[in-house]
């Protein structure tokens, strides 16, 4: 009766290391994980925020983000846009709109990029020199095309307005620097 008691001790005890061992392997294994929806897997989320402040200065933008990757070599997407600008006892001016984003990169370091933003501008220019202060509404269309390099997520580069016209009063200038950042 003791050898009984000793085999069926011996079975249980492999019986158990042999379900612990299996459960540990089971454990290691996993499978890729399956999102619910294979579209926000390609979606990101980025934009835009600055300001300045001087003497009598005010300079706020903000400019959120989102765009869908279609491949390694093409993204487009959607941005919204809003800042405020003031002079003090001289110059204020809000502007906010909408772009439509697209990003080409023909390798992974190098983008390029047409953005079309359409913005309404709205200009408020104080008395000067005696002279009355009046406003000034008006809808603005900007096409930049850029060209930048990227790292990662952040891309640095330069981009320029063929449709900038400095009579406009939106621009001061048709070339823009700009670090634009997707995650």
Known sequence: MKKNTSTSLSKFIF???????????IAQYSQPQQSANPFWE???????????????????????SAIYNFNQYFAAGLGLQGSYVSSKNYYSSGIYGVSFLTYINPIPQIQFSINLNE??????????YGQPGYTDNFWNTALFLGAGYRTGNVTVGVAYNVLFDENDNVYGDALMPFVRAYF
Request: hydrophobic share 40%.
């Open 15 to 25: 019986v158990v290391i042999i379900l612990f061992i299996n459960e540990n392997v």
């Open 119 to 128: 913005s309404y501008v709205n200009n408020h220019y104080e008395s000067y």
């Open 42 to 64: 390609k979606v990101q989320f980025g934009g835009g925020l600055g300001m300045s402040f001087g003497s009598g200065y005010t300079d706020i933008s903000i400019a959120p």
